[in-house]
């Protein structure tokens, strides 16, 4: 397939046409220098600074280990939200293509969603060429479909450094685990509990031994001191119970959040990402490392998109070869 102007794409998901977010992924999945172009092209035509506004889609992390029921989830989730009238795109990072071990693959459920609904948008996309870490194409994605989309969604596996990747492309993050299988435990282990805006239990048509997780859960965070993370438990087999209340819990975190400030960190945070993953550990290093990085960009329009940033990064880097010319 060829790939389509970020100029084009842009101007489709301006008008709210659902329809380009296959050619979207297409793009900014292709890593040609002419695809990369376009993709620096097509943020930069989307970025707060062209639009006059922050893209209006509430963009989700789902994330949680292997097994604890997050594709189930996410079929409730988007009815739920297909129910209120909103449109609903799903970036899942495919596990397959990383590390070994993960869920029995014969156990695993799809996300199922009905195939004539325009207003939902699924997508698998490789994991990333880092361990634990998000493509950047996914972020870029993410970012683009908000424009169009009420809710992009991003579903990565596992416990630990997904949540803190996850942490830099969503509004709102959110931890699934389940009851009984060690999950909990693991996850209040892991250091992690500062991460989740909202914690999910699934299976709750388990009975107690859901309430208890779920107990725990409120435990340890109270434990930390933490007032702010949400704790819902869901079931998503049939009768499911718990969505209009995780709806809820995410429309809540999304009104209390400050979007704009939220964003402009996260793609600072990404452009450094992007350099380093780019040009490698010792550029960064030459530049003050993550800190200085930090700084250099520091006094960028704070609404300008991610690949304008790395532009910045590789001209104080002194990088004669940077990703995408900077204009
Ligand atoms: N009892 C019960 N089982 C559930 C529920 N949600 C999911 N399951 C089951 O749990 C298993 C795992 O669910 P998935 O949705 O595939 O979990 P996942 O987190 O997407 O798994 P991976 O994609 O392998 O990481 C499946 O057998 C589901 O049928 C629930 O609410 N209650
Ligand atoms: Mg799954």
New binding site residues.
């Given amino acids: 397939m060829s790939i389509d102007s970020g100029a084009s794409l842009a101007r489709g998901l301006r008008d709210g046409d659902l329809s380009v977010a296959p050619r979207l992924l297409n793009l900014v999945e292709t890593q040609t220098p002419a695809a990369r172009e376009q993709t620096a092209i097509l943020l930069d035509q989307l970025s707060p600074a062209t639009l006059g506004h922050e893209p209006a889609g509430h963009v989700v992390g789902v994330t949680?280990p292997?097994?604890?029921?997050?594709?189930?989830?996410l079929s409730e989730l988007i009815r739920t939200y297909r129910e209120g009238g909103r449109s609903v795109a799903v970036l899942a990072v495919d596990?397959s293509s990383r590390r070994t071990g993960?869920?029995l693959l014969g156990?695993?459920?799809r996300i199922e969603v009905s195939p004539d609904d325009e207003g939902v948008f699924i997508r698998s996309t490789a994991a990333a060429d880092r361990l634990g870490g998000l493509a950047a194409a996914t972020r870029s994605a993410a970012q683009a479909l908000a424009v169009a989309f009420d809710v992009v969604i991003v579903e990565t596996?596992g416990v630990g450094q997904s949540e803190t990747d996850v942490a830099d492309v969503a509004d709102t993050v959110v931890v699934i685990v389940q009851p009984g299988s060690g999950d909990v435990l693991q996850f209040l282990k892991s250091g992690i509990m500062e991460i989740p805006d909202v914690l999910v239990i699934?299976?709750a048509?388990?009975g107690r031994i859901a309430q208890r997780a779920k107990s725990d859960i409120r435990a340890a965070l109270r434990s930390i001191g933490d007032r702010t993370t949400k704790v819902v438990g869901v079931?998503?087999?049939p009768p499911s119970s718990g969505f209009e209340e995780l709806v809820e819990a995410l429309d809540r975190h999304r009104e209390r959040i400050d979007v704009p400030g939220h964003r402009r960190n996260a793609r600072r945070r990404a452009a450094v990402d992007d350099f380093r993953l780019e040009h490698g550990a010792q550029a960064l290093r030459r530049i003050g490392g993550r800190r200085g990085a930090l700084r250099v960009i520091d006094d960028a329009p704070a609404d300008v998109a991610v690949p304008r940033l790395v532009a910045q990064l590789e001209r104080a880097g002194g990088i004669a070869d940077p990703i995408v010319a900077a204009d």
């Fill in positions: 949680g292997p097994g604890a029921g997050k594709s189930t989830l596990p993960g869920s156990d695993r459920a596996v699934t299976k048509d388990l079931s998503s087999l």
